[in-house]
């Protein structure tokens, strides 16, 4: 006998077997139970959740001779046609492939014909939402008025997808997406019963990848169970589903927390090396975050309320140390990743970049707000230390806001940026808070830029990122070098937070200066631009040359009117000396 998938092999019999469905399943019972089933029914839901299952049950309940309570004895001659597809009075029909108007005008002539064994004619009608319009209209006259002992079960993922005519006319029922909880319930009683061993966290691992599927699940379970034999073990679940260890994710956050970018960017690198899926990586930040969120407000370790984290010492450790507002930075942050990696096909790049803003995030430190009255204790000063106290406090505060004054203004003291204690100089930054070049130095190279020389830097680029280390290879893998003069380079980044740090970080341009020294035999001044920026700053200078050229231009045709006013006027001076004095004495010397 060939092999069959385990969720064909456990595929539900009785409504008792259909998980997560109860207020469905007890509805349909009790309309059996009091005979009065509905002649159209309308099941929606998402993939994997028990539509076309419940429909074949449903069949089976209402046709059985033995019912009881609703369910149907899965023992008469009449369960096990339908259960094994043998029993023409229930048809199934896959509207993908069977879409047409000519079909549902058969299925309309058939449904007149009394059934031939069954007491009921049961149509089952799959992804009816791909049915054409005009199937549409046919079928619509047979829901509106349908033969007597027929009925029809209309299964779909997208209802909205069906005409409004269609769906007045049946009994929707809304599958819900099953929960964890209850596809691990139906995992550990199929293992149970087949005796297989495994580990709870592995079916919970399981259960998250499933997604609310229970097809889903089981196909999941079977792949585990060919990988393995006959034991389920949480390493393998992880491989299979691209899971991230809940002791890696530990090391992320602490990683992040503790702005250790280096280590941060290892960890991301050897996951997604090791074949981990960046969008289940994503996902697992994202429901770790939410986590440590609801065990830092609660302080409860109750494992129903935990989406992926299981309660242990480094776990607590973890939500003790690290900050509230981290979290919801790191959430959002992830949040916004996820959607951009849908449209991209460089998952790694938005992954370290969200890696980088998080571990090199400033914090502002926390403002302190002066009391703003005094009680008196046992150790207020005396009156000449409270002036003395008072007048530096009026002084320190002039100073902070001389400091704040010149900080707005960009004006900065001899020793250099205030915050930085002259380390480095401050990141010129736009009204809107991005990243600004140095137009002034981009214009210099772009004056002095030579095809030869960005040539040259093209070609030995891709080995001056293969010497960068981890941290300095995140900030410049999506770098390019877009203008070159003997002494310079225009680099052009496509985000803004790796211009702005890679045009800071001194260790970085020394480290690729030291290269090219090798190389090519000389430095050379590292620019950074964004690719949004460099367009402008290119047009810029082109106009602002056109113009150059003009006003010289200009300048010279003044000076050579002025030299034609010149000449006239001395030919006339001349002319007047030769009629007074006559060309005899007159004598002319240039």
Same mark, same amino acid.
């Given at each position: 006998?060939?092999?069959?998938?385990?969720?064909?092999?456990?595929?539900?019999?009785?409504?008792?077997?259909?998980?997560?469905?109860?207020?469905?399943?007890?509805?349909?019972?009790?309309?059996?139970?009091?005979?009065?089933?509905?002649?159209?029914?309308?099941?929606?839901?998402?993939?994997?959740?028990?539509?076309?299952?419940?429909?074949?049950?449903?069949?089976?309940?209402?046709?059985?001779?033995?019912?009881?309570?609703?369910?149907?004895?899965?023992?008469?001659?009449?369960?096990?046609?339908?259960?094994?597809?043998?029993?023409?009075?229930?048809?199934?029909?896959?509207?993908?492939?069977?879409?047409?108007?000519?079909?549902?005008?058969?299925?309309?002539?058939?449904?007149?014909?009394?059934?031939?064994?069954?007491?009921?004619?049961?149509?089952?009608?799959?992804?009816?939402?791909?049915?054409?319009?005009?199937?549409?209209?046919?079928?619509?006259?047979?829901?509106?008025?349908?033969?007597?002992?027929?009925?029809?079960?209309?299964?779909?993922?997208?209802?909205?997808?069906?005409?409004?005519?269609?769906?007045?006319?049946?009994?929707?029922?809304?599958?819900?997406?099953?929960?964890?909880?209850?596809?691990?319930?139906?995992?550990?009683?199929?293992?149970?019963?087949?005796?297989?061993?495994?580990?709870?966290?592995?079916?919970?691992?399981?259960?998250?990848?499933?997604?609310?599927?229970?097809?889903?699940?089981?196909?999941?379970?079977?792949?585990?169970?060919?990988?393995?034999?006959?034991?389920?073990?949480?390493?393998?679940?992880?491989?299979?589903? *691209?899971?991230?260890?809940?002791?890696?994710?530990?090391?992320?956050?602490?990683?992040?927390?503790?702005?250790?970018?280096?280590?941060?960017?290892?960890?991301?690198?050897?996951?997604?090396?090791?074949?981990?899926?960046?969008?289940?990586?994503?996902?697992?930040?994202?429901?770790?975050?939410?986590?440590?969120?609801?065990?830092?407000?609660?302080?409860?370790?109750?494992?129903?309320?935990?989406?992926?984290?299981?309660?242990?010492?480094?776990?607590?450790?973890?939500?003790? @140390?690290?900050?509230?507002?981290?979290?919801?930075?790191?959430? @959002?942050?992830?949040?916004?990743?996820?959607?951009?990696?849908?449209?991209?096909?460089?998952?790694?790049?938005?992954?370290?970049?969200?890696?980088?803003?998080?571990?090199?995030?400033?914090?502002?430190?926390?403002?302190?707000?002066?009391?703003?009255?005094?009680?008196?204790?046992?150790?207020?000063?005396?009156?000449?230390?409270?002036?003395?106290? @008072?007048?530096?406090?009026?002084?320190?505060?002039?100073?902070?806001?001389?400091?704040?004054?010149?900080?707005?203004?960009?004006?900065?003291?001899?020793?250099?940026?205030?915050?930085?204690?002259?380390?480095?100089?401050?990141?010129?930054?736009?009204?809107?808070?991005?990243?600004?070049?140095?137009?002034?130095?981009?214009?210099?190279?772009?004056?002095?830029?030579?095809?030869?020389?960005?040539?040259?830097?093209?070609?030995?680029?891709?080995?001056?990122?293969?010497?960068?280390?981890?941290?300095?290879?995140?900030?410049?893998?999506?770098?390019?070098?877009?203008?070159?003069?003997?002494?310079?380079?225009?680099?052009?980044?496509?985000?803004?937070?790796?211009?702005?740090?890679?045009?800071?970080?001194?260790?970085?341009?020394?480290?690729?200066?030291?290269?090219?020294?090798?190389?090519?035999?000389?430095?050379?001044?590292?620019?950074?631009?964004?690719?949004?920026?460099?367009?402008?700053?290119?047009?810029?200078?082109?106009?602002?040359?056109?113009?150059?050229?003009?006003?010289?231009?200009?300048?010279?045709?003044?000076?050579?009117?002025?030299?034609?006013?010149?000449?006239?006027?001395?030919?006339?001076?001349?002319?007047?000396?030769?009629?007074?004095? *006559?060309?005899?004495?007159?004598?002319?010397?240039?």
């Amino acid at each position: 006998m060939t092999y069959q998938a385990l969720y064909r092999v456990w595929r539900p019999q009785t409504f008792q077997d259909v998980y997560g469905q109860e207020m469905i399943t007890q509805t349909l019972q009790n309309a059996i139970r009091k005979e009065q089933p509905s002649h159209a029914y309308l099941f929606t839901g998402p993939r994997g959740t028990g539509k076309t299952s419940v429909a074949k049950i449903f069949a089976k309940a209402i046709n059985c001779k033995n019912s009881t309570d609703g369910e149907p004895c899965n023992e008469c001659a009449i369960c096990e046609q339908i259960t094994d597809g043998s029993l023409g009075d229930v048809i199934e029909i896959d509207a993908a492939s069977n879409n047409g108007v000519e079909e549902i005008r058969d299925i309309r002539e058939k449904a007149n014909y009394a059934p031939t064994q069954a007491d009921y004619k049961v149509y089952i009608i799959d992804e009816v939402h791909m049915l054409s319009m005009g199937a549409f209209n046919a079928l619509l006259k047979t829901l509106e008025e349908p033969p007597r002992n027929v009925v029809f079960v209309l299964a779909t993922t997208e209802p909205h997808k069906i005409p409004l005519t269609i769906i007045s006319r049946t009994q929707r029922f809304d599958f819900r997406r099953i929960s964890q909880e209850d596809i691990m319930r139906r995992m550990e009683y199929i293992l149970n019963e087949m005796q297989v061993e495994y580990e709870e966290d592995a079916l919970l691992l399981i259960a998250k990848a499933a997604e609310g599927g229970m097809r889903d699940g089981l196909s999941i379970l079977d792949q585990a169970l060919s990988f393995h034999d006959n034991q389920i073990f949480t390493e393998d679940i992880q491989r299979i589903t *691209g899971s991230v260890t809940q002791d890696l994710l530990e090391q992320y956050f602490e990683s992040l927390a503790q702005k250790n970018t280096k280590d941060a960017l290892n960890l991301l690198q050897n996951l997604l090396a090791e074949g981990k899926d960046a969008g289940r990586f994503v996902e697992d930040v994202i429901l770790f975050g939410r986590d440590l969120l609801l065990f830092q407000n609660t302080k409860e370790n109750d494992r129903s309320l935990f989406k992926i984290a299981k309660f242990s010492e480094g776990f607590e450790a973890l939500a003790t @140390s690290i900050p509230e507002e981290f979290l919801y930075q790191i959430i @959002s942050v992830f949040n916004t990743t996820q959607q951009e990696l849908r449209m991209s096909n460089h998952a790694e790049v938005y992954l370290e970049v969200a890696t980088i803003k998080l571990a090199q995030r400033e914090v502002e430190a926390p403002v302190v707000d002066a009391p703003t009255s005094q009680e008196p204790t046992q150790s207020t000063p005396a009156p000449s230390e409270n002036d003395e106290v @008072s007048a530096l406090k009026k002084e320190l505060a002039e100073m902070k806001k001389a400091i704040s004054t010149m900080k707005e203004n960009g004006v900065q003291g001899k020793g250099g940026n205030a915050q930085n204690g002259g380390a480095k100089k401050a990141t010129p930054k736009s009204p809107t808070g991005q990243f600004k070049a140095n137009r002034t130095s981009v214009y210099k190279v772009l004056s002095e830029a030579t095809h030869d020389d960005l040539r040259e830097l093209k070609s030995v680029w891709v080995d001056v990122l293969a010497i960068l280390d981890v941290g300095q290879k995140a900030l410049m893998n999506n770098s390019e070098p877009v203008a070159a003069s003997p002494d310079a380079l225009v680099v052009k980044f496509d985000y803004d937070i790796l211009c702005e740090r890679a045009q800071e970080d001194t260790l970085l341009h020394e480290t690729i200066n030291d290269y090219l020294e090798k190389i090519i035999d000389r430095r050379i001044q590292l620019v950074c631009i964004t690719s949004e920026e460099w367009p402008k700053a290119r047009q810029d200078f082109i106009d602002r040359m056109k113009s150059k050229d003009k006003d010289e231009s200009s300048e010279t045709s003044a000076d050579e009117n002025e030299n034609v006013k010149q000449e006239k006027k001395e030919n006339k001076v001349v002319s007047k000396a030769v009629e007074f004095f *006559g060309e005899d004495i007159v004598e002319i010397v240039d």
